[in-house]
Nanobody
Framework: QVQLLESGGGVVQAGDSLRLSCASSRRTFSRDAMAWFRQAPGKDREFVAVISRTNSPYYADSVKGRFTVSRDNDKRTAYLQMNNLEPTDTAVYSC????????????????????WGQGTQVTVSS
């Protein structure tokens, strides 16, 4: 059974930083697109960032310039470095994975992903 396990969430103040980690059990991790989504209370889950199997990142406009997505294939782990956090970033952050081909586009929809972690809470106070 595939497992994605997030860690690194917490309670911080506006302007602070956090780094989320997503450890994958998939042996094909190096061929996966790894994405981060978030869901705030009362809102739909929304795309945050994705890193392709070729290590190319893509971000939602709301986090561009503040968040950085990365991956370590040897550790089968994806990361989301979040800087200059704002109260509007408060949400449960989940990582997601799917297998891809080399020429795949960026996958940004919830329905694009088959595998999901349980999520980690990020709370940013003003």
């Amino acid at each position: 059974q595939v497992q994605l396990l997030e860690s690194g969430g917490g309670v911080v103040q506006a302007g602070d930083s956090l780094r989320l980690s997503c450890a994958s059990s998939r042996r094909t991790f190096s061929r996966d697109a790894m994405a981060w989504f978030r869901q705030a209370p009362g809102k739909d889950r929304e795309f945050v960032a994705v890193i392709s199997r070729t290590n190319s990142p893509y971000y939602a406009d709301s986090v561009k310039g503040r968040f950085t997505v990365s991956r370590d294939n040897d550790k089968r782990t994806a990361y989301l470095q979040m800087n200059n956090l704002e109260p509007t970033d408060t949400a449960v952050y989940s990582c997601a994975a799917r297998d891809t081909i080399l020429t795949a586009p960026y996958y940004v929809r919830v329905d694009d992903y088959r595998y999901w972690g349980q999520g980690t809470q990020v709370t940013v106070s003003s």
